[in-house]
């Protein structure tokens, strides 16, 4: 296979088992939010047995491409089963299509998907909504359906095809990052699938580590081999499926680490100068700090390296009797993604009557968060005390950490 032709084509898995997807170099931001500097890929996989089975589609402006994909394997209109792990639209896209192509085809997904599919396209296919570890027969291979709930939605299920021991396992283990051709573990460089799967899960499952953790669990007890893991973005695992399963576990595990991540903002360089003696103490206390100036370090990021930190450290301008807007933002991120509770260690200044901190500490503190002491405030420059301040906060985020 030629790089120069792979990119619209298929690619072989094992007997029967082919990779169909598409690669999207155009969208700028997934979910309009997140960043895509590599792009993303929508994974569809075609099952071709006695019957035929697509698990997948793509989002609506590939579909197109997805059909020719299809179309050297097998004519999309012997299609028996269309499988929707999933309802977002990045894998339900090219539904209607398809729908019209394969007309006698039979749509499996959960009860709660079929909801969702009649208000999103009701394309008019036969329906079979499969209950949780339901099989279904393709001839010599078999699907079975495994709910994973809120791994990314409510109606999500992942799908094991026996026999090949393949795990579809929808948004569970996928990655941002086009794939160009290189389907599989072996043929990426996996610093960049680390990163990028990291980043991933960070950004778009934050709010369900919970669910990611009984996914595996799941998983793990189905008592079943695993020689493929093949997620709805990103590389199919074949050479190391457990280094997936278990990076997402230790990503989405509620044991913290014990790095600090100081998140600032800073108009004038006040806070910036705080920031960077804050830093600087707890570097020399040996804490792993991560630091992000809140106007350019861009919210993914910020919130990847702040999910898991140990201590949160948030600075802030007082503007206009509030904390820093983007600052603001942030926090309102914490609680929409459902950050778990930690301490958090708060600095600011002011110019005349201040807020930006105090609002912010009313803030966490209702919403839970342990705020730890001392609250430096400061006019612009600190004073002899407030620099005594740094260094107290510093030692006292340091004791919790290491
Ligand atoms: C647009 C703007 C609005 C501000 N609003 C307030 C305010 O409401 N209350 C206050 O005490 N200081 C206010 N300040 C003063 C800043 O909080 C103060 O200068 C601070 O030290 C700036 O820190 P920085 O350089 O890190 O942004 C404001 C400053 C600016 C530029
Ligand atoms: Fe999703
Ligand atoms: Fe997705």
Same mark, same amino acid.
């Given at each position: 296979?030629?790089?120069?032709?792979?990119?619209?084509?298929?690619?072989?898995?094992?007997?029967?088992?082919?990779?169909?997807?598409?690669?999207?170099?155009?969208?700028?931001?997934?979910?309009?939010?997140?960043?895509?500097?590599?792009?993303?890929?929508?994974?569809?996989?075609?099952?071709?047995?006695?019957?035929?089975?697509?698990?997948?589609?793509?989002?609506?402006?590939?579909?197109?491409?997805?059909?020719?994909?299809?179309?050297?394997?097998?004519?999309?209109?012997?299609?028996?089963?269309?499988?929707?792990?999933?309802?977002?639209?990045?894998?339900?896209?090219?539904?209607?299509?398809?729908?019209?192509? *394969?007309?006698?085809?039979?749509?499996?997904?959960?009860?709660?998907?079929?909801?969702?599919?009649?208000?999103?396209?009701?394309?008019?296919?036969?329906?079979?909504?499969?209950?949780?570890?339901?099989?279904?027969?393709?001839?010599?291979?078999?699907?079975?359906?495994?709910?994973?709930?809120?791994?990314?939605?409510?109606?999500?299920?992942?799908?094991?095809?026996?026999?090949?021991?393949?795990?579809?396992?929808?948004?569970?283990?996928?990655?941002?990052?086009?794939?160009?051709?290189?389907?599989?573990?072996?043929?990426?460089?996996?610093?960049?699938?680390?990163?990028?799967?990291?980043?991933?899960?960070?950004?778009?499952?934050?709010?369900?580590?919970?669910?990611?953790?009984?996914?595996?669990?799941?998983?793990?007890?189905?008592?079943?081999?695993?020689?493929?893991?093949?997620?709805?973005?990103?590389?199919?695992?074949?050479?190391?499926?457990?280094?997936?399963?278990?990076?997402?576990?230790?990503?989405?595990?509620?044991?913290?680490?014990?790095?600090?991540?100081?998140?600032?903002?800073?108009?004038?360089?006040?806070?910036?100068?705080? *920031?960077?003696?804050?830093?600087?103490?707890?570097?020399?206390?040996?804490?792993?700090?991560?630091?992000?100036?809140?106007?350019?370090?861009?919210?993914?990021?910020?919130?990847?390296?702040?999910?898991?930190?140990?201590?949160?450290?948030?600075?802030?301008?007082?503007?206009?009797?509030?904390?820093?807007?983007?600052?603001?933002?942030?926090?309102?991120?914490?609680?929409?993604?459902?950050?778990?509770?930690?301490?958090? *260690?708060?600095?600011?200044?002011?110019?005349?009557?201040?807020?930006?901190?105090?609002?912010?500490?009313?803030?966490?503190?209702?919403?839970?968060?342990?705020?730890?002491?001392?609250?430096?405030?400061?006019?612009?420059?600190?004073?002899?005390?407030?620099?005594? *301040?740094?260094?107290?906060?510093?030692?006292?985020?340091?004791?919790?950490?290491?």
């Amino acid at each position: 296979m030629h790089l120069e032709e792979t990119e619209t084509m298929h690619r072989k898995i094992t007997d029967g088992v082919y990779y169909v997807g598409v690669d999207d170099h155009h969208t700028a931001l997934f979910e309009n939010l997140w960043p895509l500097p590599f792009g993303v890929s929508y994974n569809s996989y075609l099952v071709v047995d006695d019957k035929i089975a697509v698990i997948d589609t793509v989002k609506n402006i590939f579909t197109q491409e997805w059909l020719d994909n299809i179309r050297e394997i097998v004519d999309p209109e012997k299609i028996d089963y269309i499988v929707l792990n999933h309802m977002e639209p990045d894998h339900t896209g090219a539904l209607p299509k398809i729908a019209e192509l *394969a007309k006698n085809a039979t749509i499996v997904f959960t009860q709660k998907a079929a909801g969702m599919e009649e208000s999103f396209y009701n394309v008019g296919l036969k329906t079979k909504v499969v209950e949780d570890l339901e099989e279904l027969s393709l001839g010599k291979k078999t699907l079975k359906f495994v709910h994973v709930q809120f791994v990314h939605w409510p109606e999500t299920m992942a799908t094991y095809l026996a026999e090949d021991e393949v795990l579809f396992s929808c948004d569970a283990f996928g990655s941002f990052g086009a794939l160009n051709g290189k389907h599989f573990d072996d043929e990426i460089d996996m610093r960049m699938i680390e990163s990028e799967s990291k980043r991933y899960l960070s950004t778009i499952i934050t709010s369900y580590f919970k669910f990611v953790q009984r996914a595996i669990e799941k998983v793990k007890g189905l008592g079943v081999g695993i020689k493929f893991i093949a997620p709805s973005h990103g590389p199919i695992y074949r050479k190391d499926p457990t280094w997936v399963i278990d990076h997402f576990d230790k990503w989405s595990s509620p044991e913290l680490d014990k790095h600090v991540t100081i998140i600032f903002g800073s108009m004038y360089g006040y806070n910036l100068r705080l *920031a960077h003696t804050l830093k600087k103490e707890l570097v020399e206390l040996g804490v792993e700090v991560k630091i992000h100036n809140i106007s350019y370090s861009t919210m993914d990021n910020v919130i990847t390296d702040a999910v898991r930190a140990g201590v949160i450290v948030l600075g802030t301008p007082t503007y206009d009797a509030f904390p820093f807007p983007k600052i603001w933002a942030f926090v309102n991120e914490m609680e929409g993604k459902r950050f778990q509770k930690r301490p958090i *260690a708060l600095f600011g200044t002011h110019g005349w009557g201040g807020g930006g901190v105090r609002k912010l500490k009313k803030y966490l503190e209702e919403n839970k968060f342990e705020i730890l002491e001392p609250n430096v405030r400061c006019r612009a420059t600190p004073t002899e005390e407030e620099r005594q *301040a740094i260094k107290t906060l510093a030692k006292n985020i340091a004791e919790i950490v290491k």
